[in-house]
């Protein structure tokens, strides 16, 4: 039978979503399965194609990788968990995972160290709310939230504040995230976890930029 994707009251799980067409972008979140069409905006892509491209050029030759959406980060409940009994996929915009283990031919299985979303419209209370929750929950160590409405960035780290150098890193899950920090376009920012990456928001916020 086939599976009603989009539909809340049906709960969808990995294997599931392992037989949809390559050609279709989905997330699932806890069984629900979420349709990650269309295709982003111009300055959406711009924004993601700059900040791929330092966190790239930065993490060469170290332990740690950084990927670009689409890419699956399989996030179980537990290491042992069969595809049929996992309920949660995501794409995030971009990635970085230090612990090679944990990188799979489609994605990775296991919460990523760092997660940086952009929003747009149709994503904001997903980003912002249930991923943001989800993240927290699985042991991500830094989540980066980019809003091109307002050119700011929200960040969510946990401790330790020691960079992530080792190739296997403690996942914390469970770990709480600290009272988020507010940037503007006016700021330049470095990831807890990469202090030696400086990101100038105002470059960051420029990339395709609607005229006005």
């Known amino acids: 039978m086939a599976i009603p994707k989009g539909d809340k009251d049906v ?4 294997s599931d979503y392992l037989a949809w067409p390559d050609g279709e972008r989905w997330e699932l979140i806890h069984g629900v399965a979420y349709d990650m069409s269309p295709a982003p905006a111009r300055r959406h892509q711009g924004i993601l194609a ?12 170290s332990p740690c990788s950084a990927y670009a959406a689409p890419f699956d980060v399989v996030l179980p409940e537990s290491a042992e968990a069969a595809p049929d009994e996992i309920d949660t996929v995501v794409q995030p915009d971009l990635v970085v995972v230090c612990d090679s283990a944990k990188l799979t031919r489609q994605g990775c299985t296991g919460a990523p160290d760092f997660v940086l ?4 419209p149709a994503t904001a209370f997903k980003d912002m709310e249930e991923k943001l929750r989800l993240y927290e929950s699985h042991g991500v160590r830094e989540y980066w939230i980019l809003n091109p409405a307002n050119d700011t960035l929200m960040v969510y780290s946990v401790l330790p504040e020691t ?4 190739t296997a890193v403690p996942r914390q899950r469970g770990a709480r995230y600290r009272k988020p920090v507010l940037f503007t376009s006016d700021d330049t920012v470095a990831p807890q976890l990469f202090p030696g990456l400086p990101v100038d928001l105002r470059r960051v916020f420029d990339r395709d930029r609607e005229p006005s």
């Open 50 to 61: 700059y900040v791929t491209y330092l966190f790239v050029t930065y993490l060469e030759g």
């Open 117 to 120: 979303e952009i929003l747009s």
């Open 163 to 166: 960079p992530a150098g080792a």
């Open 11 to 14: 709960s969808v799980t990995y």
